[in-house]
């Protein structure tokens, strides 16, 4: 081999090493961590992000809308144990997360926009539903509540709270529409009292019987809201003269004032706090003289078509309604008056 021929191979080895040594030094690039997303309803959360099993006690919140009220807050808090408070809404934002937990007593409170089915079936949203020690329903649009969440994983978990776990559960507003048996489910709209009084069969007067949401003291129950404020007596009077004539109801209803909420522990015993009134409606008579479509309601039998008991709140709890029978109800520190409408008009007795 020529001295040529060696000088190349020598060339050709050192490029070679060139090369590799070039090639185990090239740093690769770390790819960027990719976004972990929780679930699009999950908006906001304040506390502990891990979860916490705590004891919990059964109870039922209705409150009527308006001023939240602190005290009621608080019972749902005590009987949870201060465990994890989830808040579920279809519009709206964070506004309670701060509220609540400045209260001092919860491990972490969360708000979670379910507004749309894909969501009211997300695994997250189940899940954190499953894990929490009370729930509360904020007002909006009972239509989108329906709509939304019947029939899917949140309603399940909603009524596991409810049933099986023992948890507290509550609403106002359209919160607290959603949780009796018998639903104003407002798909159509709201309507106001002299619309149903004067047809009860009014397109706008939308009512489902439903297992929607599942609570004992509530069959056969229908809630109303906002209750003296915007004079709504004589809409749930008509909601009762309907389901008492399409369902074969000898139905109830809860009606609850602004700012004011009925807490209902695992006996069924209520008490009411806040400023305003609960009013518990009871029918007392034969079906409606007339309930038709077009035509206005008269119910009146002798004035006495449906009997009323209204307990005003107080900070700390007033007066107690028994709702695991309502015709023995044991109940103390309120009034009895009837309710009763003749054409259309509606009218009130002590």
């Not at 060139?18 to 185990?24: A, L, N, P």
């Not at 030094?25 to 916490?52: C, E, F, L, Y």
């Not at 539903?129 to 029939?151: H, P, S």
């Not at 359209?174 to 104003?184: H, K, N, R, S």
Request: glycine share 10%.
């Amino acid at each position: 081999m020529n001295k040529i021929s060696i000088l190349i191979i020598i060339l050709t080895f050192n490029l070679m090493a060139c090369s590799q040594s070039k090639d185990s030094n090239t740093v690769t690039p770390t790819p960027a961590p990719t976004p972990v997303v929780i679930s699009k309803a999950a908006i906001g959360i304040v506390g502990d992000t891990a979860d916490v099993n705590v004891p919990t006690k059964s109870g039922i919140v209705l409150m009527g809308g308006g001023t939240d009220v602190d005290a009621a807050m608080k019972w749902m808090i005590e009987r949870a144990s201060g465990g994890d408070f989830v808040i579920i809404r279809s519009s709206g934002g964070t506004g309670y997360n701060q509220y609540l937990y400045d209260f001092g007593k919860v491990n972490s409170v969360e708000t979670l926009l379910i507004n749309s089915r894909e969501l009211a079936n997300d695994p997250y949203v189940e899940r954190r539903l499953r894990q929490a020690e009370m729930v509360f329903i904020a007002g909006g649009d009972q239509a989108t509540y329906v709509n939304f969440w019947k029939d899917t994983k949140t309603e399940d978990a909603l009524n596991y709270l409810i049933n099986t776990k023992k948890a507290p559960v509550g609403g106002t507003s359209a919160g607290c529409a959603i949780l009796g048996e018998g639903v104003f489910d407002a798909l159509v709209n709201t309507i106001s009292t002299q619309e149903a009084l004067a047809n009860p069969y009014d397109a706008k007067l939308t009512l489902q019987k439903t297992d929607f949401v599942n609570c004992a003291f509530l069959k056969n129950t229908i809630t109303d809201t906002h209750y003296s404020e915007r004079d709504r007596q004589g809409r749930h009077f008509t909601f009762l003269a309907r389901a008492s004539k399409d369902w074969a109801w000898n139905g109830q209803g809860i009606g609850v004032d602004e700012s004011t909420a009925l807490c209902i522990n695992e006996n069924g015993i209520g008490v009411v706090y806040g400023r305003g009134a609960t009013y518990f409606l009871m029918r007392n008579a034969d079906l409606p003289e007339v309930c038709e479509t077009g035509k206005p309601l008269t119910w009146n039998r002798s004035k006495a078509a449906v009997k009323s008991y209204s307990i005003i709140g107080s900070e700390n709890g007033n007066g107690s309604f028994d709702l695991k029978d309502w015709k023995n109800a044991k109940e103390q520190g309120g009034t009895w008056e009837r309710f009763f409408a003749e054409k259309g008009v509606f009218g009130r007795e002590k």
